[in-house]
């Protein structure tokens, strides 16, 4: 079998098809005939993509406004492109086509088609790094436009959207035909370009194709070129111009342009503006803007608003030629994207640390619009008894508590170390428990949003599990041992010493709270009895490593484990060997069983979701899959009612999934063996 939502081919036997059997839990029954697609939208209907999370900012021009649609949102989350109403967060709409994190994205100037551009894939022998072409309406691609390499740079449509300019890491330029994909110009270059844009088009004198004003820059040179339509070989080339520039020479790192009336405004690392006239092809001067970088601008109405590396966010007066400051403001990171909405009242600003803010862009008042982890998250935590918030920490050292109705950040916190975070837990009183790489163990307090306490070196090296109720708090870490710690007063109470490689997850018994098992890199799983201090029991696997563990909830209470190199196992206190597996090809980086325990939930390094039901001991059924992170995806967490699961990638961005289990089908594939499921 092969499930892939872009696939437009699908791999299956008709006997298989014709044997599939759903079965409502109310009793309805009925026969599933057909095409595989039934079954891949049952799987669908199970589990479903509500929200998604993220924005890392490290790309130029990655957040837009339509320009024709009010208040309508674009941006990307890893490889997935978000349209989202600016005042309705749950009305998201996803188009999925790119293998690899998006690196530029830009709208027609009809707001008809968008383009994106990726980075390299790493799933093929040369890193192809394909141009999508959208068309907006449908939300659909129109073409998959190739020939760039590495990472895409640039993406400019014309002014009247038929060409489509790109420009990749392989120093090659392409100029795409809209209408058929066609490439109308290829160029490659000998020195990298850092500015391209299109300026106005134009019809000559008895002429009826189009002449276009197009512009691009090295470090040391500036080109306003013409891109007309040759009779003799009836099609469109480049008659290249090059600017006339100081003559001690004009060295600048351009980071973003545009045209505007008759001049060609390119910003610098430096922090400047430089101008160039369109027409006499002269550099008319420089302008300095930031001290920091300009990485971005727009102009609206006779209004230059600039983002600079500093983090400012600039209001330049720039009609007749006055260049006055009227206003700056600052925000989080440096400001990476500006785009005017379609009354031109407000701007959006993406930033480097992952923000999204709207700014008013008369006096430039901003509030947060999306705050979001810039790294590989780590670690997802959700309250005992509630389902209104998470917790999420990451590899830069974010600490964050999300609201799960608003989806937006209620508690953030960077402590002042050079290392990362790398688990989290929620206390019964909703007090932050935190274990990070330094070896620290951390509490905050939500709601003062203070520290409340915490252990220095508590272990040695990074801390990647750690478990608090009112009994107890449970750690474990790279150096090996497991540590119990009082609950109030956080004094080490007992040391348990079985594991001669990293701890990867601690966790205490469902029955029986003395009792707590844990599993690690050394291939062990590990059952500890604290009354005793020793331990009980012991299993190990042959091949590979653990990364994560859960219990179920009923049958015998069996450990369930996951890792790389090993399929997962169910093992049973009083057997030596495991009782039950599901072998999956891939790295399964976590896992955990559903709060009902008739669910099982894991996730793996292909960026996927997999929920099998396993309340039948004797026949685990896949009834869900999805597949929306750019990278693996690195820990999951259901809701305590099993009405959704985070899943948290690599890639930053946070997945959240409506889980149907109770009222929707159970898909039973009766001719595949148990320990067989589906996979890629």
Known sequence: FFFNDTATTEIYTRSLVGSVRCVQETGYQRRVHGDIKDIKKMESNMVELDHVIGYNGQYFNTVLYHPSLKDTLI?????????????????????????????????????????SGQKGS??????????????????????????????????????????????????????????????????????????LCWGPTYTKAKEKHPSYIFCHATSKEVFVSSFEYDIGSMQYGMKQGKCQLPSTGLLRQYTTSSVHEEFLYAGTMGGEICLFHLYTRLYKGSIPISSHGLMCFTIVDGMLYTGGGDGKLKKVNILEGSWALEKEVQLDGKIM??????????????????????????????????????????????????????????????????????????????????EGGKSVCIGENMSIISGWKDGHMRCYDPKSKALLWAIPNAHKGAINSVYADTNYILSGGDDGPIRVWARQTRQLLIQLAAHTKPVSKVMPDLNQPHIIHSCGMDKAICTFDLKKEKKIVGHSIKNGVIYDMSQ?????????????????????????????????????????????????????????????????????????????????????????????????????????????????????????????????
């Open 337 to 418: 994207s500006i785009s005017a909405n379609l009354d031109k009242k407000e701007l959006i600003c993406g930033t480097a640390n992952g923000k999204i803010y709207r700014v008013l862009s008369g006096d430039l008042t901003c509030l947060i619009h999306t705050d979001a982890h810039v790294n590989c998250i780590n670690d997802v935590a959700f309250p005992l008894n509630s389902n209104d918030y998470f917790a999420t920490i990451d590899d830069a050292g974010s600490l964050k508590l999300w609201d799960v109705g608003e989806y937006k950040v209620v508690f953030s916190v960077h402590p002042d170390t050079k």
């Open 122 to 195: 790493a799933f093929l022998k040369v890193p192809e790094a394909p141009v999508i072409l959208w068309d907006f309406e449908k939300k659909k691609p129109i073409f998959m436009l190739k020939g760039l390499q590495s990472c895409v740079r640039f993406l400019k449509f014309s002014e009247d959207d038929r060409f489509l300019a790109a420009y990749g890491d392989n120093n090659m330029l392409v100029i795409w035909d809209c209408r058929d994909g066609s490439a109308a110009h290829t160029r490659l270059f000998e020195f990298p370009l850092n500015l």
């Open 552 to 680: 179920r909830k009923d049958h015998e209470l069996e450990l369930v484990t996951c890792g790389q190199g090993s399929p997962i196992y169910f093992w049973d206190c009083d057997e030596a060997d495991p009782v039950s597996f599901i072998d999956y090809p891939y790295k399964v980086s976590t896992i955990q069983v559903s709060n009902n325990g008739k669910y099982l939930a894991f996730g793996t390094e292909t960026n996927e979701l997999f929920v099998y039901e396993i309340s039948n001991p004797a026949k685990f059924n896949m009834v869900g899959k999805g597949a929306s992170h750019s990278g693996p995806v690195m820990k999951l967490k259901w809701s305590p009612d099993d009405k959704q699961i985070v899943t948290a990638g690599a890639d930053a961005s946070l997945c959240i999934w409506n889980f149907y289990g109770q009222q929707q089908l159970t898909l039973n594939l009766t001719l595949f063996d148990i320990t067989y499921p589906l996979y890629k």
């Open 75 to 115: 941006y990307n989350i890893g490889a997935l492109i978000i349209i989202e109403p600016l005042n309705d967060k749950h009305n998201q709409t996803f188009l999925r086509g790119h293998d690899m994190e998006i690196s530029t994205i830009e709208i027609s100037h009809s707001g008809k088609m968008l383009a």
